[in-house]
C-alpha cells in the first residue's frame, strides 16, 4: 500500500512516519485521537496539519495492524 501524506526519512524524526514530512510522527497524531482528542481540536491546535493527514494516519495504522506477527516457541 502507498501512503501519500506519511513519509519516512532517516533525517527527520529518526526515520519515524511523519505526516508529510512535517516532523509531526504519525505516533503523535495517532496518540491524540487515542486519548480522546477530537479532529477539530487537533486541526484548530496544529493548523498546518489537513483533514487528509489524519485520514492516512488511521489508515496507516489498520495497515500496520494487519501485519502478520509470528510468534516463538521458547
Known sequence: ???ERITIDPNVCTGKP???GLRFPV???LGLL???ETRESILKA???LEP???DEALLYAAYLAEEETVE???
Open 52 to 54: 487528509q493527514d489524519i
Open 46 to 48: 496544529y493548523p498546518y
Open 27 to 29: 505516533s503523535r497524531l
Open 34 to 36: 487515542a486519548s480522546g
Open 1 to 3: 500500500m502507498k501512503f
Open 72 to 74: 516463538f516457541s521458547r
Open 18 to 20: 511523519c505526516i508529510r
